[in-house]
């Protein structure tokens, strides 16, 4: 299980046809779900929210919740549908999370936790992970995070995606909680300098894989196992396209934007014979020709005609006209 490179989980981005896009770049990078209430994956459409393609693995299921028996049943199903991975939620802030009791604000109660990870690792055998913070409000972050990873490891986890700065749980919205609570990589460096058994994945603010791969390397004596990008990948898909050369020593063909959209326009034909509205895929390809000529052109023809013709295809292989013809005017 390799979480050398990872693509992180987010709400209303990371669904199965992003997924599929961002496979396009990386044959390696380990894909994460949206995060999922373990009740609405018990009692809600399954299929819908829990369906993949093949081509998505390796690809990780998030859960949210902090009830033990509520979690495993969650899991378990979550294995039945071939994820690789179950990993638990313990970073988000948002105030309809915390009124759940799930989220960010279980680092405050580790017990309860290694105990939702011990019902969890009774009812499945893949692997069981935890995305968490360095801390929550005024508590110190090394005796948290300490705390926190010395009870939950001896309930059976050994990878730990931490991203590196503090949740804010009273007065910062969840968009500021990615953005005013200041990093500290160092932490990170901490844990696995204690528990270098660990695999300890590092997330927060980086934006590139270049950038990734020098803070995981050797630094003041230690290396991380990992690193997870979320926002710079949304923005800018395309750079990550030698992530398999960099992380994995991979060295195969690198597809060309246009190679990608033309592999596109086959998966929305797919998609509109399965009644998908095509805005739904193009909604994530915005970025794809991020500091191009024409990047401005490209985003608003699909964000104009996508949702104007949600069952027409075509729609794509216009933009990328568009783009093209922009292009060599300007050459
Ligand atoms: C739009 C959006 C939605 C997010 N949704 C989730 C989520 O569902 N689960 C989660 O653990 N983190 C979520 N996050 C946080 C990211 O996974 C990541 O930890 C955070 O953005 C920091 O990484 P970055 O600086 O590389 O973006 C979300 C972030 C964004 C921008």
């Given at each position: 299980m390799s979480h050398k490179f990872c693509i992180a989980p987010m709400i209303d981005v990371t669904n199965r046809h992003c997924r599929f896009f961002f496979r396009k770049f990386s044959k390696h990078a380990r894909l994460y779900t949206e995060m999922i209430v373990a009740d609405s994956i018990i009692y809600g459409d399954k299929d819908f929210l829990l369906g993949f393609d093949?081509?998505?693995?390796p690809v990780a299921l998030q859960i949210a919740g902090s009830d033990p028996l509520t979690l495993s049943k969650a899991a378990l199903i979550g294995e039945q549908y071939g994820y690789d991975e179950i990993n638990l939620n313990i970073g988000c802030p948002s105030k309809r999370v915390q009124a759940g009791n799930?989220?960010?604000?279980?680092m405050a109660h580790p017990n309860l936790v290694a105990e939702c990870i011990e019902r969890i690792k009774e009812k499945i055998k893949i692997p069981v992970t935890i995305k968490c913070r360095?801390?929550?409000?005024?508590?110190?972050p090394d005796e948290m995070l300490t705390e926190f990873v010395e009870t939950t490891k001896n309930a059976g986890v050994s990878t730990y995606i931490i991203h590196a700065r503090k949740a804010m749980l009273d007065g910062l919205d969840p968009k500021q909680n990615r953005e005013i609570p200041p990093l500290d990589y160092d932490i990170v460096r901490m844990i696995k300098r204690k528990w270098p058994e660990l695999n300890i994945i590092l997330n927060g603010g980086i934006l590139s894989p270049y950038e990734g791969k020098k803070e995981i390397s050797k630094s003041k004596g230690i290396e991380l196992d990992g690193v997870m990008l979320g926002r710079a990948v949304q923005e800018n898909p395309y750079s990550i396209v030698d992530v398999d050369k960099i992380f994995f020593n991979d060295d195969k063909k690198i597809p060309s934007r246009i190679e990608i959209v033309e592999e596109m326009i086959s998966y929305l034909e797919i998609c509109v014979k399965n009644n998908v509205p095509i805005n739904i895929v193009t909604q994530n390809m915005?970025?794809?020709?991020?500091?191009?000529?024409?990047a401005k052109l490209w985003r608003s023809y699909l964000s104009h005609e996508a949702p104007r013709r949600r069952d027409d295809p075509k729609v794509l292989k216009e933009a990328l006209n568009h783009i093209i013809s922009f292009q060599n005017q300007a050459a």
């Open positions: 093949e081509v998505e693995h799930f989220g960010a604000c279980l360095i801390g929550i409000d005024d508590h110190n915005f970025g794809l020709f991020h500091g191009c000529r024409g």
